[in-house]
Antibody
């Protein structure tokens, strides 16, 4: 069965960096695009970033563009989110989510039915 | 970016009620619309994709409809486990955008 397990969250000071990981299993990781979605405490869902199945294309929300970098290692079945220049408003639970479409490469790719349990990032001094 | 506006933002209903939640897109998105359910402290769960296709394992009392700019999620007969927050998501063009959520509470 599909499993997505995030790790790497924690408390970081404003301006600091953190790298999140998402370990995938139960499917052919190298065949599916992957997303990061976040949710600030008590707030709604916000899509953060997407990476194509082969890592050749990446897309970001304007709110994180230039500060966050999505990447993947298909040999390790792992998705990453490198977060730099963190701000208080980046405080959220971060979820990784699998795209449901095999080899999705268009701008209609989206999070599907499989999400990780989330990892909490708190940006505070 | 495409803006997604859900209505209502919150509502109360009783077990057995028929409930409809609406999501309007700021521009046409064809049928690139999904609905998610989220309970407190839990991971979002996809209920509907492609506007009207039911996710495997989701009860048939959930249904979706619409195309273009207006979409609805209908729960035909509310069950106790349906009280949650519901989000629509458009993915016609990047960035994908969620509605602000509709909190469904017990009356």
């Amino acid at each position: 069965q599909v499993q997505l397990v995030e790790s790497g969250g924690g408390v970081v000071q404003p301006g600091g960096s953190l790298r999140l990981s998402c370990a995938a299993s139960g499917f052919t990781f190298s065949s599916y695009g992957m997303h990061w979605v976040r949710q600030a405490p008590g707030k709604g869902l916000e899509w953060v970033a997407f990476i194509r199945y082969d890592g050749s294309n990446k897309y970001y929300a304007d709110s994180v563009k230039g500060r966050f970098t999505i990447s993947r290692d298909n040999s390790k079945n792992t998705l990453y989110l490198q977060m730099n220049s963190l701000r208080a408003e980046d405080t959220a639970v971060y979820y990784c989510a699998k795209d449901p479409t095999l080899y999705c490469s268009s701008t209609s790719c989206s999070p599907g039915g499989y999400w990780g349990q989330g990892t909490l990032v708190t940006v505070s001094s | 970016d495409i803006q997604m506006t859900q209505s209502p933002s919150a509502m109360s209903a009783s077990v057995g009620d028929r409930v409809t939640i609406t999501c309007r897109a700021s521009q046409g998105i064809s049928n690139y619309l999904a609905w998610f359910q989220q309970k407190p402290g839990k991971v979002p769960k996809r209920l509907i994709y492609a506007s009207s296709s039911l996710q495997s394992g989701v009860p048939s009392r959930f249904s979706g409809s619409g195309s273009g700019t207006e979409f609805t999620l209908t729960i035909s007969s509310l069950q106790p486990e349906d009280f949650a927050t519901y989000y629509c998501l458009q993915h016609n063009s990047y960035p994908p955008t969620f509605g602000q959520g509709t909190k469904l509470e017990i009356k």
